[in-house]
């Protein structure tokens, strides 16, 4: 057995070193470690962009900005998981709110709002709910916006139409996950 020339390394005579660090001068090496530290950097960055991303608020609207709307704010960092629903410019006490997933003859969510949750303000009415996790009415909405494409929203105000609203779910269902 001979030495190699790096400290404590022994090998037979005559066999090449299995890692010839020296081979191209210490420039390969380094980009290589480059290499493996900033792929390390990149897989960290990623999973802490993923758990941000769980932890946010997930938005879906149905209507215009400044007209009748009605959103569902999805609330993954509140502890137990909620969503609330906010109507503007539509709704008051003893309105009801239906929400309709693609072409489906019974409601993945209906509420009748009372006098509690609506509010008027300058820009109109504005009604809230909280939907919490334990409630079958969470998971009917996961479940019907997970598979739907499409939601109508309608909110009726003592047999008026007030609001009558559709949204997309389009790419919403990546981002309940």
């Known amino acids: 057995m001979s030495e190699d020339r790096s400290e ?20 390969p090496m380094r ?18 962009a993923r758990m941000a991303l769980a932890a946010e608020t997930i938005m879906l609207r149905a209507g215009a900005a400044t007209g009748p ?14 969503i609330v629903v906010r109507t503007t410019q539509a709704g008051v006490a003893g309105s009801q709110i239906e929400v309709f997933v693609d072409k489906a003859k019974r409601p993945a969510f209906h509420h009748l709002f009372a006098a509690d949750e609506c509010k008027f303000g300058d820009s109109g009415s ?22 739907g494409r ?13 609001m009558d609203q559709t949204a997309s779910l389009k790419g919403f269902t990546k981002s309940l996950r």
């Open 69 to 82: 709307n009605a959103i569902f704010a999805f609330d993954k960092s509140a502890k137990p998981h909620r």
């Open 31 to 48: 980009i290589v470690g480059r290499l493996i530290l900033s792929s390390f950097l990149i897989t960290i960055a990623a999973a802490s």
């Open 8 to 27: 404590g390394v022994r090998r037979l005579a005559g066999l090449p070193h299995p890692f010839p660090w020296n081979a191209g001068g210490n420039a």
């Open 126 to 147: 504005r009604c809230e709910v909280i939907i919490r996790s334990s409630s079958s009415a969470y998971a009917a909405i996961l479940a019907e916006f997970r598979r």
């Open 150 to 162: 499409v939601a109508r929203v309608t909110v009726d105000d003592a047999g008026a139409m007030k």
